[in-house]
T-cell receptor
C-alpha cells in the first residue's frame, strides 16, 4: 500500500518570503502526485499535479512542485507568499492503474504573517 | 456549473440515530468517493464508486453504507451514528482515468457532522 508523509504540521512564514512544504511518499508501484489546498471552511481545490513528463510542475497561484523519484519526494514551493495563501495544504498520491483512490498526507497548515 | 454539491452543510445527531449525507455532481463523472477528515489525520477514503451500480470499500468503511443508482448521486448512509463518526465528510468526483491518466478530483464543500 502507498503512504504519504508531510513532516511539517505547521509552517509560519512572513509575507513575501519563500516557502517550501515537504511531502514524501512510499509506494511499490508508479504513482500520480497531487497538492490540494483547503481554505477555512471550504472543500479541497487542486493546486497542481504530476502525472508524467517534466518533473517540475507549475500550478495555480504561483505554486510549483518538483517530483524527485530517487528521494520519493514532491515538495511544494512558492518564491513569495501572500497573506491570502494562509490555508491547509495536502499532498496526495494515487497509484497508476488504481483508479482515482487518493491517499492523503496529514496536511500542513501554512500561516502567512505580516 | 455547480460541480459537486453536498447537503447538509452541518448536522448534529444523537448516538444511534441514522441519516444520509447527500452528494450530487453535474459533470458526468464516473468516479465518486467519500472521505472523512479528522484533525491530524488528513482525509481517509470511506467508500467509492466507479459507476452506477458499482461500489467498493475504502480505508475506513465500517459504520457507513453507500449506493449508486445514478451517475449523478452518491449518498452516504450512517445506519447507527456513533461519537467516533464525528468528522467533516467530503464527497469527490472525477473521470475514470483513461489514456491521459488525468485523475483530478473535484471536491464538495463538506458536511460537518457531530454525534453526541
Amino acid at each position: 500500500a502507498q503512504s504519504v508523509t508531510q513532516l511539517d504540521s505547521q509552517v509560519p512564514v512572513f509575507e513575501e518570503a519563500p516557502v517550501e512544504l515537504r511531502c514524501n511518499y512510499s509506494s511499490s508501484v508508479s504513482v500520480y502526485l497531487f497538492w490540494y489546498v483547503q481554505y477555512p471552511n471550504q472543500g479541497l481545490q487542486l493546486l497542481l499535479k504530476y502525472l508524467s513528463g517534466s518533473t517540475l510542475v507549475k500550478g495555480i497561484n504561483g505554486f510549483e512542485a518538483e517530483f524527485n523519484k530517487s528521494q520519493t519526494s514532491f515538495h511544494l514551493r512558492k518564491p513569495s507568499v501572500h497573506i491570502s495563501d494562509t490555508a491547509e495544504y495536502f499532498c496526495a498520491v494515487s497509484i497508476t492503474g488504481g483508479g482515482n483512490k487518493l491517499t492523503f498526507g496529514t496536511g500542513t497548515q501554512l500561516k502567512v504573517e505580516l | 456549473n455547480a460541480g459537486v454539491t453536498q447537503t447538509p452543510k452541518f448536522q448534529v445527531l444523537k448516538t444511534g440515530q441514522s441519516m444520509t449525507l447527500q452528494c450530487a455532481q453535474d459533470m458526468n463523472h464516473e468516479y465518486m468517493s467519500w472521505y472523512r477528515q479528522d484533525p491530524g489525520m488528513g482525509l481517509r477514503l470511506i467508500h467509492y464508486s466507479v459507476g452506477a451500480g458499482i461500489t467498493d470499500q475504502g480505508e475506513v468503511p465500517n459504520g457507513y453504507n453507500v449506493s449508486r443508482s445514478t451517475t449523478e448521486d452518491f449518498p452516504l448512509r450512517l445506519l447507527s451514528a456513533a461519537p467516533s463518526q464525528t468528522s467533516v465528510y467530503f464527497c469527490a468526483s472525477s473521470h475514470v482515468p483513461g489514456s491521459t491518466g488525468n485523475t483530478e478530483a473535484f471536491f464538495g464543500q463538506g458536511t460537518r457532522l457531530t454525534v453526541v
